[in-house]
């Protein structure tokens, strides 16, 4: 998502859809960048060259996504204002003791790894719906389902809040 055009074409693609099809909503899975891996992530170069307004490669890699998120969003509701648009993250926002507005957990976190700040999303309107992918058992010590059930409950901002569940 930091390169611009790929934003664009993955805005374009999904919008000949919105504007083809009649189609009740749009739906995003968690992936924006990549889960972590041993290596490093391959956008150093990309960062140099598009990056140079943000000080912290991280901070811009939150940025492109919220970019994607809110163009996105704008798009779908300016053709087919009915059109939802949602989006599933990673259960874990951010922890409790990184961010005070974070959950009772201790897990990696959507904000820190995978960039995404699904929290602003939803206080800011950008989607319709939030899914959060809440695949952890009740009483687990790193992240349990009943306080990220609280916390994303305290946190929908009245958008809807559909709770995604592991089998």
Do not use: C
Not at 5 to 25: L, P, Q, S, T
Not at 128 to 143: E, G, L, R, S, T
């Amino acid at each position: 998502p930091g390169i611009p055009e790929v934003r664009d074409y993955i805005i374009a693609v999904i919008m000949d859809v919105v504007h083809n099809y009649d189609i009740d909503g749009v739906h995003f899975d968690d992936y924006f960048y990549p889960y972590p891996e041993k290596q490093e992530l391959p956008d150093t170069v990309t960062y140099a060259k598009y990056g140079t307004a943000f000080a912290d490669i991280n901070d811009w890699r939150r940025h492109n996504v919220d970019t994607l998120i809110k163009v996105l969003a704008d798009s779908i509701h300016k053709v087919k204002k009915y059109v939802k648009f949602g989006i599933s993250p990673f259960g874990i926002w951010r922890n409790l003791k990184d961010d005070p507005n974070g959950s009772k957990t201790y897990g990696f976190s959507a904000y820190n790894t995978l960039f995404a700040d699904a929290r602003k999303w939803v206080k800011s309107g950008w989607v319709d719906y939030i899914n959060p992918q809440i695949y952890f058992p009740f009483y687990y010590k790193v992240a349990a389902f009943e306080h990220l059930l609280d916390w994303w409950s305290m946190n929908s901002f009245n958008r809807q809040l559909y709770i995604g569940q592991a089998v």
